[in-house]
């Protein structure tokens, strides 16, 4: 059963970049989804990024622009780069393994079956 771990979290100033990463283990990214969500104290969890099992990516509105989904097969890890960040970015990120979801199933977390721990991310001055 594939395990997921995340990375790369830390504090930055407002307009600053992260990359996250996300690292399977017990299996493989390859050929199925995965998505990145956060969460913060005064919000409920919210997807951030998904990408199919063919590459196909989507975004939420808020993150769209600034943001990147990407997999890097050979290294079994899914990152998110984060360009331009705000405070209002502020949260723990979590990746997710979906292995059965089409496009239209991304920005749900219901359909994601193995969650890591999460990353936090605070972005203030």
């Known amino acids: 059963q594939v395990q997921v771990a995340e990375s790369g979290g830390g504090l930055v100033q407002p307009g600053g970049s992260l990359r996250l990463s996300c690292t399977a283990s017990g299996g493989t990214f390859r050929n199925i989804g995965s998505g990145w969500f956060r969460q913060s104290p005064t919000k409920e969890r919210e997807f951030v990024a998904g990408m199919n099992g063919s590459g196909s990516k989507t975004y939420a509105n808020s993150v769209k622009g600034r943001f990147t989904i990407s997999r890097d097969n050979s290294k079994n890890t899914v990152f998110l780069q984060m360009d331009r960040l705000n405070p209002e970015d502020t949260a723990r990120y979590y990746c997710?393994?979906?292995?059965?979801?089409?496009?239209?199933?991304?920005?749900?977390?219901?359909?994601?079956?193995?969650w890591g721990q999460g990353t936090q991310v605070t972005v203030s001055s």
């Open positions: 997710a393994t979906c292995p059965r979801c089409i496009m239209s199933s991304l920005p749900s977390a219901r359909h994601y079956d193995q």
